[in-house]
């Protein structure tokens, strides 16, 4: 006789009509998701950190250029302010006939002075703006001039003994009859500049540019043009003076100079 199957009962739940079947369900592994919940990606969470920390450090790095940008723009205001005020007070004591030797115009805009038969010296015009400024009979002694801009300045009969113009632009510049024994234009632009009867005894000329300028009855006696640069235009050398200690361009072509003076000429 077949044992009979023993009968699976369910344990059922709910009110009197009778609902539904309480269903085994396994208990959760460690780390798994609740029931109809997304898996958690470690990769998706590290680029969400990722993703904030970009963003707080993008945002701290745009406030320090804008905090930066702010400090130079106020500062760059300032330094503009002090230069105003600086050329004001100098339009000032120029007007007033003050005497303006060893005054100090470093980077100063001086394109509306007038500085005829004025005395600057020993001043300190270092990158000072000149162009087209009148100095004519100006006494710019052992003034100093390095990387000013004189282009078009009218420095006509100025006394420029020992002064430096180093790397200045002197592009068209009236230096026609200038006293400038030992003047310093290393590196100057002389460009189309006039420096006609010009006195050059012992000027530092090394590396100017030389371009179309007239030296025409210039005293060179012991000036150094070494590396002077002529351009496609060579200078204007009729009638120029100069002697044994005269330092010239290597290959300097002697039959641009129409003249070597004699002590007795001068």
Excluded at 109 to 132: E, I, M, P, V, Y
Excluded at 167 to 195: C, F, K
Aim: one cysteine or more; aromatic letters at 4%; a positive charge.
């Amino acid at each position: 006789m077949a044992r009979a199957e023993p009968k699976r009962t369910e344990r059922r739940y709910g009110t009197h009509r009778g609902v539904g079947t309480r269903q085994y369900q396994p208990p959760l592994t460690t780390g798994a998701a609740p029931s109809g919940a997304a898996p958690l990606d470690p990769a998706r969470g590290r680029q969400v950190f990722d993703d904030l920390f970009t963003g707080l450090v993008s945002g701290l790095v745009a406030g320090l250029v804008i905090a930066l940008l702010t400090i130079y723009t106020d500062d760059r205001r300032s330094r503009r302010e002090i230069k105003e005020a600086a050329r004001l007070a100098v339009l000032q004591t120029i007007s007033s006939g003050q005497n303006l030797d060893e005054i100090q115009l470093v980077g100063l805009d001086l394109r509306l002075t007038s500085l005829h038969n004025k005395s600057l010296r020993n001043a300190n015009l270092n990158g000072a703006d000149l162009t087209n400024v009148g100095m004519s009979g100006a006494d710019l002694t052992a003034a100093s001039l390095a990387d000013a801009v004189l282009n078009g300045a009218g420095l006509s009969r100025a006394t420029l003994v020992n002064a430096s113009f180093f790397e200045a632009q002197l592009r068209s510049a009236a230096l026609d009859r200038v006293h400038a024994e030992g003047v310093q234009l290393t590196g100057a632009d002389l460009t189309n500049a006039n420096l006609t009867g010009a006195d050059l005894r012992g000027a530092d000329l090394r590396r100017a540019t030389l371009t179309g300028a007239s030296f025409t009855a210039a005293d060179l006696r012991g000036a150094n043009l070494e590396a002077a640069q002529w351009g496609p235009r060579p200078p204007g050398l009729l009638q120029v003076c100069y002697d044994g200690k005269t330092r010239w361009p290597t290959g300097m072509d002697f039959s641009l100079v129409a003249k070597r003076c004699r002590e007795a000429d001068r």
